[in-house]
């Protein structure tokens, strides 16, 4: 058959055209950095430098938020296309480097074309429109609903159903939080206040509103991140070395749970007698009511639950190793991060190391590792040796945080500290604070540093109690014995 040149030149363009959109827009695909426990989080190309989130809240905590997040990044390789990790919301618009990029989603990715490709090692900034949804409940992360507003909780993975970000500990980041929100509710977040709350516009339904702004002095990893809003009380008080110590409470709380508030400092001066001076700009206890199943460590303002405090017939002592608990992430997982999350071992065996060693007045610390000894072998067998620990069951992703991390893992550093002694021990814990601050860090460079303390190589060792099947020897008690397993824990 012979065509004309006017359908000729048609159907060459038609073709030329099928072609182009094929090569041009190949369907995006999810990536992520490859750790073994949550492979598709993460994103290679670049690290992150900072974070500025801005927010609006109009009084209901079941409606999604207005959302602008602007990203600050230095590319490490050539970037035809850049993935972050968002879920949980909608995005309107995005740009790069101030010109408009086209956008695709996959899986739990967004997948960012810049209108031309960025050259490695250059700075980058990504602005996203997106809102900012609340579904779900506590357990899922993310944003977690509470009587009078929202808090956050992003671990492990859930800090991109908030907000776009390379969800990883090892992309440590500064962050800014702009909130508006109705007058009568109180923001905080992470760091401290970078200006005066001042009246806006822009609030649903007319309302009177106020942008609160706050920035962080340390990096912090996303998962660490927190927003509170909500009808509450900001107490505050003076820690060590003048320390800013300020809690958020509901406001019709504040005076039941002060004798519970006012016990922060001394924790404080606790945890510095034993690693050294505390890691950031402030601190302190937001408790918020809600029932979330656990506490968390999130950076500079651990988030607890009201029923903790709340007349539950929780032993005083229990509520205060607790309390100890998510302040020991302060050092162990929030200043200094893990890499992987297999090294979670590393910041949940050390908040419960400090939280039994404040304990052990009345729970002895020998009693509470010979049990944990007992219960190794069945730990092990159901999650996994401490530093190489089990996947996640499909829909399940917070079931890495079980015994074998906590009370498994504090079990570690109590035969480290069975094989090397007491002083080379607490030389080893503040060696490894000072050196990887604001950091992240590896099981690796743990069993080196322990080694060069030590003056000999405990490779070896660490190998059997770190990544055995069965629970090796303790150092000192060779008449321990490990039997079964028991339940997880309930807080991280």
Known sequence: MLLTSRRLRAALLAAASAFLVGAVLPA?????????????LGNPGYDVLSYDIGLTYDGDNGKPLNAVTRIKARTTETLEHLNLDFAH??????????????????????????????????????TVKHTSNPVGDASDGGWVRTG????????ADAAHRVFPCNDHPSDKAYF??????????????????????????????????LSWTYTTRHPMATELAQVSIGKSAVLHRTGPHGLPVRDVVPAADAKRLEPWLKKTPAHLAWMEERVGRYPFETYGVLIAEANTGFELETQTLSLFERSLFAGTGYPEWYVESIMVHEL????FGNSVSPRSWSDLWLNEGHASWYEALYAQKDRPLEE???????????????????????????GQKISIFRPVVYEGSALVLYALRQEIGERAFDTVERRWVSEHRDAVATTADFVK????????????????????????????????????????????
């Open 28 to 40: 995006p695909v999810p990536l992520g950095i490859g750790d073994t426990l949550f492979p598709h």
């Open 89 to 126: 919301g909608t995005v309107q618009s995005v740009e790069v480097n101030g010109a408009r990029a086209t956008f695709a989603t996959s899986g739990e990715d967004l997948v960012i074309t810049p209108a031309s490709a960025l050259s490695s090692g250059s700075r980058t900034v990504i």
């Open 148 to 155: 009078d507003g929202l808090a956050m909780a992003n671990q």
């Open 176 to 209: 800014t939080f702009r909130v508006t929100a109705p007058k009568e509710q109180t923001v905080v977040a992470n760091g401290l206040p970078s200006a005066t709350p001042r009246a806006v516009k822009g609030v649903k339904g007319g309302k009177d509103a």
């Open 328 to 331: 020991a992430h302060h050092w």
């Open 368 to 394: 509470r590792m010979k049990a944990a000894y007992g219960n190794s072998d069945g730990w092990r067998r159901a999650g996994g040796p401490p530093a190489a620990p089990k996947p996640s069951q499909p």
């Open 449 to 492: 540093l322990s080694s060069d303390v030590a003056g000999r190589d405990l490779a070896g060792f660490f190998e059997k109690w770190l990544y055995g099947q069965k629970t090796p020897p303790m150092p000192g008690h060779p008449e321990w014995k490990s039997a079964a397993a028991q339940g997880p824990e309930s807080h991280r």
